[in-house]
């Protein structure tokens, strides 16, 4: 089992950053792919970013290209989502996952663990 935690969520207004942190606790020693996943009202929860552990490569959805950089810190289990140059667009509850899976970074359907999530709200 795998424990995910996320915080860093907020308000901001459109062209701000916020910085999200996932801290991974328990048995992580499967995990292969960690990722960034959102959800807005009303619509399937989307791919944002993902890192596979061991390259460590990333991914990225091509609406953040440019905008988001997922890191990890191996040391203490966490990984990150630097969100910069936010649009309202980018509004949604943010969700971390851990995968075991070698598998679509960017699909949710091949994650194991989820955390709870964080809200992030972009004004305009």
């Known amino acids: 089992q795998v424990q995910l935690v996320e915080s860093g969520g907020g308000s901001v207004q459109a062209g701000g950053s916020l910085r999200l942190s996932c801290v991974a606790s328990?048995?992580?020693?499967?995990?292969?792919?960690m990722g960034w996943f959102r959800q807005a009202p009303g619509k399937e929860r989307e791919g944002v970013a993902a890192?596979?552990?061991?390259?460590?490569?990333?991914y990225y959805a091509d609406s953040v290209k440019g905008r988001f950089t997922i890191s990890q810190d191996n040391a203490t289990n966490t990984v990150y989502l630097q969100m910069n140059r936010l649009k309202p667009e980018d509004t949604a509850m943010y969700y971390c996952?851990?995968?075991?899976?070698?598998?679509?970074?960017?699909?949710?359907?091949?994650?194991?663990?989820w955390g709870q999530g964080t809200q992030v709200t972009v004004s305009s």
């Open positions: 996952a851990a995968s075991e899976n070698f598998a679509l970074a960017l699909d949710p359907m091949f994650y194991n663990y």
């Open positions: 328990g048995y992580t020693y499967s995990t292969k792919y």
């Open positions: 890192i596979y552990i061991a390259g460590p490569y990333t």
